[in-house]
């Protein structure tokens, strides 16, 4: 698991996930602020979608919405997306990654 480079903690995105809806509140607020300053302070963001196909549009809706055209949605059946927002490659994460990898 990912963790925290400042506290150690296990690392997390900043959305609600199944079952963390104890979660709610001030903490959360308080993510959403720091997530709107980071946001603010990037000039070019490029947004990496990995494997959230329709049935999680929170996270489509994330990524879209900050994306500017700079969206790579990676994912084996539902890669689809606008090319105002960027592209969707079809494939596993893995080998998905490795390939962009290679091709920079």
């Known amino acids: 698991m990912p963790r925290c480079p400042r506290c150690g903690a296990?690392?997390?995105p900043n959305i609600l996930?199944?079952?963390?809806?104890?979660?709610v509140g001030l903490p959360y607020e308080k993510q959403q602020q720091r997530l709107a300053a980071w946001l603010s302070s990037v000039?070019?963001?490029?947004v990496v979608e990995v494997g959230a196909?329709?049935?999680?549009?929170t996270v489509r809706?994330?990524?879209?919405?900050?994306s500017a055209q700079r969206l790579i949605r990676i994912n084996l059946r539902e890669s689809?997306?606008?090319?105002?927002?960027?592209?969707?490659l079809e494939g596993t994460a893995a080998?998905?990654?490795r390939m962009l990898n290679a091709q920079m």
Request: glycine share 14%.
């Open 17 to 23: 996930m199944f079952g963390d809806w104890g979660r």
């Open 80 to 88: 689809n997306t606008n090319p105002s927002h960027g592209v969707g």
């Open 10 to 12: 296990v690392a997390r």
């Open 43 to 46: 000039s070019k963001l490029v």
């Open 53 to 57: 196909g329709i049935a999680l549009p």
């Open 61 to 66: 809706r994330f990524s879209e919405r900050f």
């Open 95 to 97: 080998a998905t990654l």
